[in-house]
């Protein structure tokens, strides 16, 4: 028997709304690690580092390890190579800025 990759997987989507003070994206990662939420963390979206603010800079390193120490995996995006523009209508992936 074949099986296919991800067959009888479980996909949680969580989805935050922004506020003043945290990014949706932010708030939805931390929901999942401070919940424990599932082995695979896959965030494909979110701010480039360039515009991170010093709150996010310190949020990330430490959100992964506490995921990482709890045995999750965190797959982010690496872009793709499309330049950062002032003038976008979305999100670009984490790292995407040149």
């Known amino acids: 028997m074949v099986r296919r990759r991800g ?6 989507l969580v989805v935050s ?4 003070a945290s ?4 708030l939805s990662a931390e929901y999942i690690v401070d919940k424990n939420l599932a ?3 896959s965030s494909s979206y979110g701010t480039c580092e360039t515009e991170m603010t010093a709150g996010e800079k310190q949020l990330y390193p430490s959100l992964w390890q506490q995921a990482a ?6 797959v982010v995006a690496a872009g793709d190579g499309v330049r ?6 979305s999100h670009l992936p984490f790292a995407a800025c040149k």
Do not use: C, F, M
């Not at 120490?69 to 965190?74: M, Q, R, S």
């Open 39 to 41: 082995p695979v963390l």
């Open 23 to 26: 990014d949706g994206v932010d």
């Open 69 to 74: 120490a709890e045995g999750i995996t965190v």
């Open 7 to 12: 067959e009888g997987a479980t996909i949680n």
């Open 84 to 89: 950062h523009s002032a003038t976008r209508t």
């Open 17 to 20: 709304k922004s506020t003043t």
